[in-house]
C-alpha cells in the first residue's frame, strides 16, 4: 500500500502515455495488440517506443533502429553512474532493477525523502509496479485502437509532439540554441540528400562532429 | 523480410539497445564516471538528438497544398504552450488537438 503511493505519480503518467502508446500503435501500423504489449513487456523505455512506431512506418533498418534507440536512451547511462555505488540489489532483482531503469523509475528511487523508509528491497518492486501501469496503459489503448474504425484521426502528430516536447525541457535546461540550430540544419541537409537513412546520417554526422569539436577543446585548453 | 521477422528482429534489437545503455555503466563505466567525455556528451548530445529527432518525426508529417501550415502551426503551439506551462500532457494534448481538428 505504502509502494502503491509513492508510484501513484507514475500512474498518472503511465497510464495515459502507455495508453496512447497502444492507440498510435495499432491505428498507425495495423498491427496487432500483442505486437504493442510486446513492445512494453521486452523493450520498455517510452520514447524510444513512440520513435519505434515511426521507424517501423519507415521500414527502418536494424542498423538505424539499433543506433536511434540505444543513443536516445543514451541518457541512462548517467542514470546509472549515479546508482553504482547506491545500488545493493543483487542476483535477478537487481538484473531486473537495471532493465526496467525509466527516466520516472530512477527519478522516484532517487528522489525520495530518507522518512519513506523504503529499503533496497522495495526499488526493484516499485520498478514493477511501474512498468505494469505502462503494460497495462499500452493494453488498453491497443485494445481501444484496434476499434477505432475512423480511417485518420491525425495521430501521426503524437511522436513529433513527444520531440517538440523534449527538445523545448532541453532547450530550458541547457540554452543551446547555437547547438541546436547547428543540429537542425544537419537534420534538413540528411533528409535532403538521404530521407531513407536520416537519422543514422544526421546522428553519426553530429556524433563526429560533436567529437572534433570536443578533442579540439581539450587540445586548445592543454596549450595554454 | 517477412513481418513478424522482421518485427521479432526489431523488438531484440531495440530491447538489447535499451537494456545497454542502462546496464552499461554496471559492466563497464565503473572507473570512468568521472571522464570528460562522457560528462561533455552528457551534456550535449541529448539537446542534439532531440532536435534531429524533431526534424526526423516532423519529416513525415504532411506538407502539401499548405498542409504545412497546419503541420508547424500546431507544433509551434505546442512548444509554446510546453515552454509557458511546463505540462507534457497539456501541450501535446492542445498541439494534437489543433491538428487533427485542422489536417
Not at chain 2, 59 to 67: E, F, H, I, K, R
Amino acid at each position: 500500500m505504502h509502494l502503491f503511493r509513492l508510484s501513484l505519480p507514475v500512474l498518472f503518467g503511465y497510464l495515459p502515455l502507455g495508453m496512447a502508446f497502444g492507440v498510435l500503435f495499432v491505428t498507425e501500423l495495423g498491427l496487432d495488440w500483442y505486437w504493442a504489449v510486446a513492445f512494453s513487456v521486452i523493450v520498455f523505455a517510452g520514447s524510444a517506443q513512440f520513435l519505434s512506431v515511426g521507424l517501423i512506418a519507415n521500414h527502418a533498418g536494424l542498423l538505424e533502429v539499433f543506433v536511434a534507440v540505444f543513443l536516445l536512451n543514451s541518457r541512462h547511462i548517467f542514470y546509472g553512474l549515479t546508482l553504482l555505488s547506491s545500488l545493493k540489489l543483487t542476483g535477478w532483482r537487481k538484473a531486473y532493477m537495471v532493465f526496467a531503469l525509466t527516466d520516472e523509475t530512477f527519478s522516484l528511487i532517487t528522489g525520495l525523502p530518507k522518512e519513506s523508509g523504503l529499503q533496497q528491497q522495495d526499488y526493484w518492486r516499485l520498478a514493477g509496479i511501474n512498468q505494469s501501469y505502462w503494460v497495462f496503459g499500452t493494453l488498453i489503448g491497443a485494445l481501444l485502437g484496434a476499434q477505432l474504425t475512423l480511417p485518420d484521426l491525425g495521430l501521426e502528430i503524437v511522436l513529433p509532439a513527444l520531440f517538440v516536447v523534449l527538445a523545448v525541457e532541453q532547450y530550458r535546461t541547457h540554452r543551446a540554441a547555437g547547438l541546436m540550430l547547428i543540429a537542425c540544419l544537419i537534420g534538413l541537409i540528411a533528409i535532403w540528400l538521404w530521407q531513407d537513412q536520416m537519422l543514422l546520417l544526421s546522428i553519426t554526422t553530429a556524433l563526429v562532429l560533436m567529437l572534433i569539436n570536443y578533442l579540439r577543446q581539450r587540445w586548445t585548453s592543454h596549450s595554454i | 523480410m517477412d513481418q513478424s521477422l522482421y518485427l521479432i528482429s526489431f523488438i531484440a534489437l531495440a530491447a538489447l539497445a535499451t537494456v545497454a545503455t542502462r546496464a552499461l555503466p554496471f559492466l563497464f563505466l565503473s572507473r570512468h564516471s568521472q571522464h570528460p567525455l562522457l560528462e561533455y556528451l552528457g551534456r550535449y548530445l541529448p539537446p542534439v538528438l532531440m532536435v534531429l529527432l524533431v526534424v526526423y518525426a516532423v519529416s513525415d508529417l504532411p506538407m502539401a497544398n499548405q498542409q504545412w501550415v497546419i503541420s508547424l502551426g500546431s507544433l509551434i503551439l505546442l512548444a509554446v504552450t510546453q515552454w509557458l506551462s511546463k505540462n507534457a500532457l497539456l501541450s501535446i494534448a492542445l498541439g494534437s488537438l489543433l491538428y487533427m481538428l485542422l489536417i
